[in-house]
Structures are given as C-alpha cells and as structure tokens.
C-alpha cells in the first residue's frame, strides 16, 4: 500500500471517533457488538475469522459489503488493526475492509477511507473509496479540512498537497482523485465532469491540464506554490 498522507493525524481521527475501542477495551468491545450483528452478516464474519486464505477472507468481505451499522463497523476495526498494510496478501485485505466502509461510508470511517483509502495500492480501492467519500460528501470535507498545523497554518495543506501529488502517479488515478479535490475545493476545472467514469484512464494532455489546474488552486488557497514531491524534479 502506498503510505498514507498522515499516519499520525489518522490515528488522532480515530481515537477520536464516537464508540472507537483503545486496545486493551478491543475485546469486550467486538464481543458486546456481537450481540447487535445482523443474523443475515453473522455467516460472513464467521468465514472470515476462521479462514486463513486471503481469497476465501475477502469473499467474506465483499459478502458484508450488504451490511452496515456499529457492530459490522467495530468488527472492520478489529480486523484492520490487525493488519499490516506493507505485506502484499495484508494490503488486499485491508483493501477489502475499505471496500465494505465505502458502501456505507458512516462518519467514523470517513477517516480511513480519506487517509488510507485514496493512497491504497490498487486503483479499484481508490475509486470505490473515492466514491464512498462523495457518499458522505459533507462530512468528508469537515475531516479532510481538520488536523495539525504550524501556528498560522492551513490544516488542510498536507492532504492537498499529497492528493495533487497522487494524481499525478498513474493515470487511471486521475478520475477518483480529482473527484475528491473538486468535491472538497467546490471548484472544477474546464472540460471536468462530475459524472465521468472511474475506470477510465485519461491520455497524458488531460492529466497535464488537470494537474496544471490543481497547482494553481493549491497556491491560490495556500499562498504558496506546491512544493515537488520526494523523488519529482524540482
């Protein structure tokens, strides 16, 4: 998985989420929230406990993807704490996890969909979470504009600067990425459409005006150009 934005302004997101568990209370909480699990869900869970196979594990998965509420959500938690995002067969699962948020994108997952979702390795995962963001768009745009700052700074800045800089890795990324900016930022540049297909992977004319047009929103909002990212000529 491509790292997140802000590993550390995420997990600040997620203590702070209503009916989060801390590690020690994580037990007992999964297991009160077994109680409230739709009978219809319980199959799924079950599977994907007792199965060790990835495959089998995100079929169990993608069943939940019919399901949402506090239960299915503390369960998804859980599992994801569990996880280790730079092991390949780990990342598909999480994957999977923020799939099943990005159906039912409530409040508290919003987090992970933002911070992790949109910088997962698999393109399929942007977009479904992409999606998902534009779901619950108000909410979204209160988390993507909250976090840390130096003193006089814009909390919004990081995130901005890291979407930019992911549009512009691969260019089936465009489309799910820039649906967020434009959902965030209220702004759209010539020739977008909201409505564009997902899956579609612009030519590299498209890309170069998307992200000219971004650079200057970026220094037009933060008062300063953006900056290369690690590894881009300066």
């Known amino acids: ?66 399901f949402q509420g506090p239960a299915i959500d ?9 996880l280790d995002g730079t092991k390949p067969a780990e990342a598909r699962l999480i994957g999977g996890i ?24 698999d393109a399929d995962v942007v977009r479904a979470c ?8 108000e909410d979204a745009k209160a988390v993507m504009s909250t976090g840390s700052a130096v003193r006089g700074g814009d909390p919004a800045e990081d995130l901005a600067a890291d979407l930019i800089h992911r549009m512009s890795e691969r260019a089936e990324l465009l489309p799910p990425i820039e649906k967020v900016l434009a959902l965030w930022s209220g702004r759209t540049r010539p020739g977008y459409k909201t409505d564009a297909d997902l899956k579609r992977k612009p030519a590299d004319k498209e890309r170069a005006v998307a992200r000219e047009f971004w650079q200057k929103w970026f220094e037009e909002r933060f008062k300063h150009p953006l900056k290369p990212a690690d590894g881009q000529p300066k």
């Open 1 to 66: 998985m491509v790292p997140s934005c802000s590993a550390a302004l995420l997990g600040l997101l997620i203590l702070a989420m209503p009916g989060f568990a801390e590690p020690a209370d994580a037990p007992r909480a999964v297991e009160a929230a077994q109680d409230r699990v739709p009978a219809k869900a319980a199959p799924f869970i079950a599977a994907y406990r007792d199965r060790t196979n990835v495959e089998s594990r995100l079929d169990a998965l993608r069943g939940l993807e019919k």
């Open 74 to 82: 503390q369960f998804l938690l859980a599992e994801y704490g569990k």
């Open 98 to 121: 923020l799939r099943v948020w990005a159906r039912h994108p409530d409040k508290p997952v919003l987090p992970f969909l933002i911070y992790e979702g949109l910088f997962h390795e």
């Open 130 to 137: 992409a999606a998902g963001i534009a779901l619950g768009a």
